[in-house]
């Protein structure tokens, strides 16, 4: 059974930095895609980002480009974000995920097979 803990999360001022760690258990390192999805505060849920073998390709999505950053660790099982110049509109319950499925890995999009975590929040003021 995949479990996806998250953590990191917090409240920051517009400008700040945090890194979010997701440990992952149930499946070998490198046998499927991580990922990060967040949602706003009445809106839907969005992909952030993607890492995915061989080499640790990425893909993150237009509004995070240049200041979020994903990154693995195998031996530890454990996926990060870390954000930097967060802005406001950044404010959201950030998920982890997991699945093997090629529109998951190469535009993080969730599907019936992905596995998410219990999320964590992000709060950024202006």
Do not use: H
């Amino acid at each position: 059974q995949v479990q996806l803990v998250e953590s990191g999360g917090g409240s920051v001022e517009a400008g700040g930095s945090l890194r979010l760690s997701c440990l992952a258990s149930g499946y070998l390192p490198g046998s499927k895609c991580m990922g990060w999805f967040r949602q706003p505060p009445g809106k839907a849920r969005e992909g952030v980002a993607t890492i995915y073998p061989p080499g640790n390709i990425t893909y993150y999505a237009d509004s995070v480009k240049g200041r979020f950053t994903i990154s693995q660790e195998d031996a530890k099982n454990t996926v990060y974000l870390e954000m930097v110049d967060l802005k406001p509109e950044d404010t959201a319950m950030y998920y982890c995920a997991a699945d093997s499925a090629p529109v998951f890995c190469s535009y993080a999009v969730v599907t019936p097979t992905t596995d998410l975590g219990q999320g964590t929040q992000v709060t950024v003021s202006s």
